[in-house]
């Protein structure tokens, strides 16, 4: 594999550095899934009109991972981008993951932890690859760079870290210092970006509010 694709890169910059795991599946299969959708923005294959995403082009990318993603796009009716960001984002994940493995990008490891169920692990192969986009990233969030001169592929990879909030990659304090930027950035990377953002604030928001339930209930 010669060029990753957005969903693929976003996904090689999740996983843990040094251990060979991914720190919260749901918040990286919404990122790849998010990711997958602005690259076919990107491409001109999707496109938004009355707030909705709706396919203008199904030619075949030849990503098989963003033709299965158009290809729901294409089928199905209008919907929003914060559904579409939901909607699919287990089997993109587990798409990107195949896909990486078979390139030789990562390998899958498949342990049995206190002989449960079987948990499969990745493992990044080609460091340089992620400390290229880690490098990419850093400079797009804080560099001297005018953001409408750096790369799109960049910008947009920068703007989905920074709404999903991977700290790994983008911390919190650099989101807080380099708010401006970021918004720029993410004007840049389309509308998948900013509807990523409202499922992590749903998402915070219905975490919050099961640990209030708990712990109404346990002090009752």
Request: proline share 2%.
């Amino acid at each position: 594999m010669s060029e990753l694709s957005l969903p693929a890169k976003a996904y090689v910059l999740a996983c843990d550095p040094g251990g060979g795991r991914l720190r919260d599946r749901q918040r990286v299969s919404l990122l790849v899934r998010a990711a997958a959708l602005t690259d076919l923005v990107r491409r001109g294959r999707i496109a938004e009109e009355d707030g909705k995403a709706v396919a203008v082009d199904e030619r075949g990318t030849g990503d098989l991972v963003l033709d299965d993603v158009l290809a729901e796009v294409a089928g199905d009716r209008r919907r929003s981008w914060r559904s579409w960001v939901r909607r699919g984002a287990r089997d993109t994940v587990g798409s990107v993951e195949t896909q990486l493995d078979a390139a030789g990008v990562i390998e899958l490891k498949t342990s049995r932890p206190l002989g449960l169920f079987a948990v499969r692990r990745p493992v990044v192969l080609d460091r340089g690859a992620a400390d290229r986009l880690r490098a990419a990233v850093d400079d797009a969030v804080r560099g001297a760079t005018a953001v409408s001169e750096v790369d799109s592929a960049d910008a947009a990879l920068a703007a989905l870290v920074a709404a999903a909030e991977l700290r790994t990659v983008v911390s919190r304090r650099d989101r807080r210092r380099h708010r401006d930027r970021i918004a720029e950035l993410e004007e840049r990377a389309g509308a998948a970006v900013p509807a990523l953002r409202k499922v992590f604030r749903e998402l915070r928001a219905a975490r919050a509010a099961a640990v209030s339930n708990a712990s109404n209930h346990g002090g009752g």
